[in-house]
């Protein structure tokens, strides 16, 4: 292996083979822990670290690394505590995750490190949005995310690359190929002959290196991230180096051929870098053995200390509340005065007062700028606020709303449009697992909003009309409204732009040009999880929410002899348990209506709770009127007969005959 020092002093390469040797020593006493059983899985980096110590050192210390679970380099590199890193291996309180999540995957704002989740190609989008930030904030910086060759065949990797590309963001794209996804091969991962040759595909600079030669890949990252700073435009890196463990220890190594190993074996990044240290006079036996002596007794203290800090107490009031962000409401009346205007301008008013309010808020969407959105709520947007705030998306749901989280990481909140609620599908894991569960694996707000226009009624058909709150009801970490008059849609939608935990926003499409309504003018908000009592009465209590309202209102003004309490839930998660439980108590029946189908709607939820906290004072059992468990047809006739309207009249009666 060739080494060029192009003029580094002596202590400069010395501090290199520090660097490299220092996460070796620790591998190594873990694959010792892992064979006396003291620890139970490690995810091996041997082979690998000038990889992860090279580019983390072409990185300044505040600029942003999102690294993988091979990359302890990295980590070391930027000083983190071996202890605390020990502690977090070993699931310990006092580990960064307090014992929620494993090995690498967490973050610290302290080291500017963004960990990974387990899907491995999601949190390129999250580089895409720390850039983002970066750009907007007028910074000269980028971003490092690391992945592997196997992750190049997610969608993400495509997305992420091409909204960087689109957008001039500062990340460097560094592909780690180390010749095995688990098992699987490049041969059966691939068939372009090199990687780092789909950059020209995204119109960008892609760059193929050793990634075993400690120099080469500090040299390269350096000029790299220097360029970058001045001129941002996202990099593509493939560093070739190869796995010599398992994917974790436990799946072995078998399936490599014997002579491929002996082959990247004699590759070995350490062993080569310090036999040419060796032929520069810089390290000697001596120095070698005093410095192994060192990291040694460093490690043993450290590890041991680990082994010691407390596990875990179970507490399930502190494991609920770590779901969120730590954010109390503060519910902020309106003063200006009112006006008439459609459901659809308020969340538009909403939109705007709250660019105005909050100037780190960047909204994100297809067709949103100049185009003014496919429903027009962000008409004339760009020319009050700008293209840099206000952003035309490529058509890859997963990779904005990584985006938007990475820009709350960096500072930022972010309101993304999905410009169909049925499209979220495709950025669902992004949702679900990455927004919802980023505080509570290791404290950080995901500040971010996705507005989700829903709903049947305009013919639409199965992928423009769903109803699909109950994906996210269920889903731990995430606040869902759901607001069905004007008023309330502006003041609900500030409320989740204002709080910094994430939430999902359900906007009715058929109400957009269907419904008009008195809404203040100025900054309001309407509290998440307060339900509104609509109309109060003795025979039933009626609980719904979105069109289901509207549906019950033209219902009941059709049969004024009943006498209903009508509730407007407004929020899905939080919801209203106390109000609900009030009118169940006074009325003793409970009618659930909802567009959603009926299987697994948001309404067997509230009906179990009713069923098991308001027993004593039911009358009748506890009934759902919801949409046929069928897909959501175009034809008018067949919608009409879908959804729950239909059977609203036959299901009261049935409640009010029990």
């Not at 993988?68 to 291996?89: C, I, S």
Request: aromatic share 10%.
């Amino acid at each position: 292996m060739y080494f060029d020092r192009k003029g580094k002093d002596d202590t400069t390469l010395l501090n290199l083979y520090k660097q490299l040797l220092y996460p070796r020593m620790i591998e190594e006493k873990m694959l010792i822990l892992l064979r006396q059983g003291r620890i139970g899985k490690w995810f091996s980096g041997i082979g690998q670290e000038a990889i992860a110590v090279g580019s983390t050192l072409s990185m300044e210390s505040s600029e942003y690394i999102l690294p993988m679970h091979r990359n302890l380099g990295v980590f070391t590199t930027r000083q983190v505590p071996l202890k605390k890193l020990m502690a977090q291996w070993q699931g310990k309180i006092t580990g960064f995750t307090k014992g929620r999540d494993r090995s690498f995957h967490f973050g610290t704002q302290e080291h500017k490190i963004i960990g990974m989740i387990s899907h491995l190609g999601p949190q390129m989008a999250l580089a895409d949005g720390i850039a983002l930030a970066d750009l907007l904030a007028g910074k000269a910086a980028a971003t490092l995310v690391f992945t592997g060759e196997g992750a190049t065949s997610e969608g993400d990797f495509h997305e992420a690359i091409n909204v960087a590309s689109v957008w001039n963001l500062p990340v460097i794209f560094l592909i780690e190929n180390n010749g095995y996804g688990l098992s699987t091969p490049i041969n059966e991962q691939y068939h372009c002959k090199n990687l780092v040759d789909r950059a020209l595909g995204y119109g960008i600079e892609g760059i193929q290196l050793d990634g075993n030669n400690i120099l080469e890949v500090v040299d390269t990252l350096t000029a790299v991230a220097e360029k970058m700073r001045k001129d941002p435009k996202p990099v593509l890196i493939e560093c070739l180096t190869f796995r010599m463990r398992g994917h974790e220890e436990a799946s072995g190594i078998k399936y490599v051929p014997k002579e491929l190993l002996e082959e990247w074996e004699k590759k070995d990044p350490v062993k080569n870098f310090e036999a040419y240290l060796y032929g520069q006079n810089i390290l000697n036996d001596g120095l070698v053995s005093d410095l192994k002596s060192q990291f040694k007794k460093e490690i043993e203290i450290d590890i041991e200390s680990a082994f010691r800090e407390p596990e875990p107490v179970a507490n399930p009031e502190n494991e609920l509340a770590d779901m969120y962000f730590p954010y109390q409401q503060q519910v902020v009346s309106a003063t200006g005065t009112g006006s008439t205007i459609r459901y659809l301008d308020a969340i538009s008013d909403a939109l705007k007062t709250a660019m105005h309010k909050f100037p780190n808020l960047v909204l994100m969407g297809q067709d949103i700028a100049d185009y003014g959105g496919a429903f027009k709520i962000t008409d004339g947007f760009t020319n009050a606020f700008g293209k840099a705030r206000v952003r035309n998306t490529p058509i890859c749901e997963s990779a904005i709303v990584g985006a938007a989280l990475g820009l709350s990481i960096n500072g930022y909140k972010a309101v993304v449009e999905m410009q169909f609620a049925d499209f979220v599908t495709c950025g669902f894991n992004q949702v679900v697992n990455n927004l919802a569960k980023t505080h509570y694996r290791w404290g950080e707000k995901a500040d971010v909003v996705i507005r989700m226009p829903t709903g049947a009624g305009t013919g639409a058909g199965p992928f423009h009309s769903q109803s699909n709150e109950a994906w996210f009801t269920k889903t731990p970490g995430l606040k869902v409204v759901y607001p069905a008059f004007p008023l309330e849609a502006k003041g609900l939608l500030l409320a989740a732009i204002e709080d910094p935990n994430p939430v999902i926003y359900f906007e009715h499409k058929y109400l957009y040009r269907n419904l008009s309504g008195v809404v203040p003018e100025g900054f309001y908000t309407v509290e998440i999880g307060k339900a509104n009592v609509l109309k109060e009465g003795t025979d039933l209590c009626l609980i719904t929410y979105g069109l289901g309202v509207h549906w019950a209102l033209a219902y009941l003004e059709l049969h004024p002899a009943l006498s209903v309490t009508l509730i407007d839930l407004c929020s899905l998660q939080p919801w209203d348990k106390q109000t609900v439980a009030a009118a169940v108590k006074n009325t003793g029946r409970a009618l659930i209506l909802h567009e959603d189908t009926m299987g697994s709607g948001f309404g067997a939820e509230i009906a179990a709770w009713i069923a098991e906290h308001c027993f004593e004072h039911l009358d009748a059992p506890v009934m759902r009127c919801a949409s046929l468990d069928t897909a959501i047809p175009m034809n008018k006739a067949l919608e009409d007969s879908f959804l729950a309207k239909s059977r609203l009249q036959e299901t009261v009666e049935k409640l009010i005959a029990y």
